[in-house]
């Protein structure tokens, strides 16, 4: 079992739910950018929804499957192609041995996420198979994937092994085979053409201006250039705080919209640092870290203000949403 | 009659929310012993008596922050998270503040080999301070230094007990890589490269000693509440613990 890689694509790294418990230590969370694309390609094949799958960014890579395989794909459409035929999302696709998917134009959104039944046999670190680019563990060799490399696929779940079996068996002879089902609409979002990103006021909230508060909920702000994995420059209108009290470093999360001296805040995103000395104007809250992760440069979003047991709400009924699916999986099979 | 030990009164400590799944134990507004050793002993009774949910936690210069699960903290959807986990924390407060204990750890030593290729800037802080390069050393590696906290990047320390008269501002332009080991001056702040990453302190020396390994059971050489101490090494001496480093 196992994948290799023609080409690389921009970034295509390898990420889990992210590397919890050394955060005191300085050490990044790392992980998927949009969480929840991943878990839900993880339920498609029957994996714990924590395993690790890959991240693929803008422009996708080749990847050749090695032996059959039980996969799914996620989060944006890049135009996924398995053989040259379009292969949809949002479903669990057996692919025989031999098979290529490749990727073609980005369509909507910016990462897409390609979980593999069993996940992949990559020795941990430190808990978790995240890729940690800067300091060059986890992973892969602790890098972005390049041609040639070879990723050993570990063993399916019984319930994986279930599904697999059940699309191999249609006797269409062909090299990789759909199935018809998929998840509810609220788990396979389209990114939405005029984003809205909601958030509860951050803990420096009160030190801004009455105006620089007002424009943060209601002016746009566009995705800058500088946008990776560690976090978004936004720009909009300035920002003021209106105190020059030295701010003492403190945890930063994901999320966590930061407003350096500049006056043009930052979204912090999965390869955040563990802690930070700009004050926190806002948090993100954290169902809307996909719409967030799907952003693209250029593109211009709003920001609404929520209370935090809106969204805290909000986030109980995506956990229960992502229960209903698991069971909904589990029940197909029985 | 007897009567229960009466426990010391807690500390005033501010709970606030950042964000959906995290909470902010804020224990003074400015660095102070007092303030450290309540996080400290926060953050020991935290990692002994774990609750349901808890997912970690970052201390900082006067904050504990608390990143919790917000889904086993509602107990299937019985609790208002924050609600929980702020009950949960408030409860453990007085018994932490009780079970503290003044630190116990013996200072780490940190061989540094000062100037040359390995501080560039020694001069340069030399001749902002006044002092000769030997008295910059002299008074760099003279207090035992306080980790207050782990942050920026694996294992970094963020030190407290600098001599003032060191204090020397960043340089303009940040170098574009900086050696893992380099230590250097920032203002009133002095601390070591755990990473080679870009920049701008003023480096003054470097040392040959690992801060930061993902292969360790803990993988950062330093933890908050500990003490360190720079010890002044030769050229030769560097090369020989920078072989014995794995």
């Given at each position: 079992m196992s994948l290799s890689i023609r080409r690389p694509g921009l970034l295509t790294t390898v990420q889990d739910l992210g590397r919890h418990g050394y955060q005191k230590d300085g050490i990044l969370v790392s992980g998927a950018m949009d969480a929840t694309a991943l878990r839900v390609a993880n339920l498609l094949v029957g994996n714990e929804e924590h395993a690790a799958g890959l991240e693929i960014s803008l422009m996708g890579p080749g990847v050749r499957f090695e032996t059959d395989h039980l996969i799914a794909l996620t989060g944006a459409n890049l135009s996924p192609t398995l053989n040259g035929q379009p292969v949809g999302l949002h479903r669990p696709v057996w692919v025989s041995a031999g098979t290529e998917l490749a990727f073609g134009a980005?369509?909507?959104?910016s990462r897409a996420y390609l979980a593999v039944a069993g996940g992949f046999a990559l020795a941990p670190v430190l808990g978790s198979q995240a890729t940690y680019l800067r300091a060059g563990f986890g992973g892969l060799h602790g890098r972005a994937l390049q041609a040639r490399d070879l990723i050993p696929g570990a063993a399916p779940t019984a319930l994986g092994r279930k599904l697999m079996q059940l699309l191999a068996s249609?006797?269409?002879?062909?090299?990789w085979q759909s199935a018809r089902w998929m998840p509810e609409p609220a788990l396979r979002p389209?990114?939405?053409?005029s984003p809205v990103i909601r958030a509860i006021r951050g803990p420096?909230?009160?030190?801004?201006s009455t105006q620089s508060q007002l424009d943060f909920w209601q002016q746009p702000f566009s995705v800058t250039t500088e946008a990776d994995r560690m976090g978004y420059r936004l720009q909009g209108p300035d920002l003021i705080r209106q105190t020059t009290a030295e701010m003492l470093s403190t945890a930063v999360t994901f999320g966590t919209v930061q407003v350096p001296a500049s006056g043009q805040p930052i979204a912090l995103m999965a390869d955040h640092q563990t802690t930070g000395g700009y004050p926190r104007l806002a948090q993100v809250i954290t169902v809307d870290f996909s719409t967030l992760a799907q952003l693209r440069p250029g593109q211009s979003i709003q920001f609404k203000e929520v209370s935090l047991a809106e969204a805290q709400a909000l986030y109980l009924a995506q956990e229960r949403r992502l229960r209903a699916l698991k069971r909904a999986i589990e029940f197909k099979m029985l | 009659m007897s009567t229960a030990p009466k426990l010391p009164p807690a500390p005033v400590v501010r709970l606030f929310p950042l964000g959906d799944a995290a909470i902010v134990l804020e224990f003074g507004d400015a660095i102070s012993p007092a303030t450290h050793r309540a996080i400290q002993a926060f953050s020991a009774y935290l990692a002994q008596h774990p609750f349901t949910g808890l997912r970690e936690y970052v201390p900082a210069f006067t904050t504990l922050t608390v990143y919790y699960d917000p889904w086993l903290l509602s107990e299937d959807g019985r609790y208002q998270p924050y609600e929980k986990v702020e009950e949960i924390l408030r409860q453990m407060l007085p018994k932490a503040a009780a079970t503290a204990q003044a630190a116990t750890y013996p200072a780490v030593e940190i061989p540094v080999c000062y100037g040359g290729v390995f501080g560039l800037d020694l001069a340069l802080v030399a001749a902002h301070t006044g002092l000769s390069p030997a008295e910059v050393i002299a008074r760099h590696s003279a207090p035992e230094y306080l980790v207050h906290m782990i942050g920026?990047?694996?294992?970094f320390p963020y030190l407290?007990?600098?001599?003032?008269?060191l204090s020397t501002p960043r340089k303009a332009q940040p170098r574009p890589l900086v050696p893992a080991g380099a230590v250097g001056i920032a203002g009133p702040q002095t601390g070591i490269y755990s990473l080679p990453t870009p920049g701008g302190w003023q480096l003054i020396g470097r040392t040959p000693i690992r801060l930061f390994d993902p292969e360790w059971a803990q993988p950062s050489l330093l933890q908050a509440g500990q003490h360190l101490r720079f010890v002044p090494i030769e050229e030769t001496e560097f090369h020989r613990l920078q072989q014995h480093e794995p």
């Amino acid at each position: 079992m196992s994948l290799s890689i023609r080409r690389p694509g921009l970034l295509t790294t390898v990420q889990d739910l992210g590397r919890h418990g050394y955060q005191k230590d300085g050490i990044l969370v790392s992980g998927a950018m949009d969480a929840t694309a991943l878990r839900v390609a993880n339920l498609l094949v029957g994996n714990e929804e924590h395993a690790a799958g890959l991240e693929i960014s803008l422009m996708g890579p080749g990847v050749r499957f090695e032996t059959d395989h039980l996969i799914a794909l996620t989060g944006a459409n890049l135009s996924p192609t398995l053989n040259g035929q379009p292969v949809g999302l949002h479903r669990p696709v057996w692919v025989s041995a031999g098979t290529e998917l490749a990727f073609g134009a980005p369509v909507a959104g910016s990462r897409a996420y390609l979980a593999v039944a069993g996940g992949f046999a990559l020795a941990p670190v430190l808990g978790s198979q995240a890729t940690y680019l800067r300091a060059g563990f986890g992973g892969l060799h602790g890098r972005a994937l390049q041609a040639r490399d070879l990723i050993p696929g570990a063993a399916p779940t019984a319930l994986g092994r279930k599904l697999m079996q059940l699309l191999a068996s249609n006797e269409s002879g062909t090299a990789w085979q759909s199935a018809r089902w998929m998840p509810e609409p609220a788990l396979r979002p389209s990114p939405p053409a005029s984003p809205v990103i909601r958030a509860i006021r951050g803990p420096e909230y009160g030190q801004f201006s009455t105006q620089s508060q007002l424009d943060f909920w209601q002016q746009p702000f566009s995705v800058t250039t500088e946008a990776d994995r560690m976090g978004y420059r936004l720009q909009g209108p300035d920002l003021i705080r209106q105190t020059t009290a030295e701010m003492l470093s403190t945890a930063v999360t994901f999320g966590t919209v930061q407003v350096p001296a500049s006056g043009q805040p930052i979204a912090l995103m999965a390869d955040h640092q563990t802690t930070g000395g700009y004050p926190r104007l806002a948090q993100v809250i954290t169902v809307d870290f996909s719409t967030l992760a799907q952003l693209r440069p250029g593109q211009s979003i709003q920001f609404k203000e929520v209370s935090l047991a809106e969204a805290q709400a909000l986030y109980l009924a995506q956990e229960r949403r992502l229960r209903a699916l698991k069971r909904a999986i589990e029940f197909k099979m029985l | 009659m007897s009567t229960a030990p009466k426990l010391p009164p807690a500390p005033v400590v501010r709970l606030f929310p950042l964000g959906d799944a995290a909470i902010v134990l804020e224990f003074g507004d400015a660095i102070s012993p007092a303030t450290h050793r309540a996080i400290q002993a926060f953050s020991a009774y935290l990692a002994q008596h774990p609750f349901t949910g808890l997912r970690e936690y970052v201390p900082a210069f006067t904050t504990l922050t608390v990143y919790y699960d917000p889904w086993l903290l509602s107990e299937d959807g019985r609790y208002q998270p924050y609600e929980k986990v702020e009950e949960i924390l408030r409860q453990m407060l007085p018994k932490a503040a009780a079970t503290a204990q003044a630190a116990t750890y013996p200072a780490v030593e940190i061989p540094v080999c000062y100037g040359g290729v390995f501080g560039l800037d020694l001069a340069l802080v030399a001749a902002h301070t006044g002092l000769s390069p030997a008295e910059v050393i002299a008074r760099h590696s003279a207090p035992e230094y306080l980790v207050h906290m782990i942050g920026f990047a694996p294992g970094f320390p963020y030190l407290g007990g600098m001599d003032e008269r060191l204090s020397t501002p960043r340089k303009a332009q940040p170098r574009p890589l900086v050696p893992a080991g380099a230590v250097g001056i920032a203002g009133p702040q002095t601390g070591i490269y755990s990473l080679p990453t870009p920049g701008g302190w003023q480096l003054i020396g470097r040392t040959p000693i690992r801060l930061f390994d993902p292969e360790w059971a803990q993988p950062s050489l330093l933890q908050a509440g500990q003490h360190l101490r720079f010890v002044p090494i030769e050229e030769t001496e560097f090369h020989r613990l920078q072989q014995h480093e794995p």
